[in-house]
C-alpha cells in the first residue's frame, strides 16, 4: 500500500491545538488554508482522504460536516457511533488504511490527518508519515490539548511570509520526513 499520510495543525504557543473541544482562535485564512491543502489533488478524479478523531468530527459544525470534497473517515472505538451517510468509521488509525485501501484505487493516496491530539501523536510516529502542513500561531491561547514535538526525521521544506489577520501573524510550514523516499 502507499499511503502519503500526513498531518495538518494550527498550533500557537506550546503547540497548544484547542481548548474544550474548540479551536481557541478565528482566522479564517488560516481556515482558507487548511482547505486548500486538504482538497487539493493533480487528479481532479480523485478526492483526498482527511482522517480525524471521534472529538474532532463533533467539534465541527454541523453544517461543515461532513468535509466536503474530501473523504472523511472518523476514528472511534464506539460501535454505537454514527456519523452522515458516506462518512467512514474505523477503530484504529491502522483499520482506516485498510477502508483507504478499499475505496481509493490511486497508487499515491494524499490522506490528511486532521485531528486531535491522540491522532497526531500516533501519526507522526507512523512509518507512512510523510509531510506535516503546520501553521503557527503567534499568540499565547489557553489550550488542554497540544500537538507532540516534531522527531528529528522532519526537517523543513517551506516557510511562507508571515501573515496577520484578526491582530494575529501566523505562517505557515510544512516539514519532510527525511526518512522517506521523497519521490
Not at 482527511?50 to 463533533?58: H, L, Y
Not at 473523504?71 to 477503530?91: C, P, S, Y
Not at 481509493?104 to 494524499?110: E, G, L, P, R
Request: hydrophobic letters at 35%; a positive charge; one cysteine or more.
Amino acid at each position: 500500500m502507499n499511503i502519503r499520510l500526513n498531518l495538518i495543525v494550527a498550533f500557537c504557543d506550546k503547540q497548544g491545538i484547542g481548548k474544550d473541544n474548540k479551536i481557541p482562535w478565528n482566522i479564517s485564512s488560516e481556515m482558507l488554508y487548511f482547505k486548500k491543502i486538504t482538497t487539493y489533488t493533480n487528479n481532479p478524479i480523485l478526492k483526498n482522504v482527511v482522517i480525524m478523531g471521534r472529538k474532532t468530527w463533533e467539534s465541527i459544525p454541523k453544517t461543515f460536516r461532513p468535509l466536503k470534497d474530501r473523504i472523511n473517515i472518523v476514528l472511534t472505538k464506539n460501535n454505537n457511533f454514527v456519523v452522515d451517510e458516506g462518512v467512514f468509521i474505523a477503530n484504529s488509525l491502522e483499520s482506516s488504511f485498510d477502508i483507504i485501501h478499499k475505496i481509493h484505487n490511486s497508487n499515491k493516496k494524499n490522506v490528511f490527518i486532521i485531528g486531535g491530539e491522540t491522532l497526531y501523536k500516533e501519526g507522526i510516529i507512523n512509518k507512512y508519515c510523510h509531510k506535516l502542513y503546520i501553521s503557527e500561531i503567534y499568540n499565547k491561547y489557553e489550550c488542554d490539548r497540544y500537538f507532540p514535538d516534531i522527531p528529528d526525521k522532519f526537517k523543513i521544506m517551506s516557510v511562507s511570509n508571515f501573515c496577520y489577520e484578526s491582530s494575529v501573524h501566523y505562517r505557515k510550514i510544512v516539514y519532510i520526513n527525511t526518512d522517506l523516499d521523497n519521490t
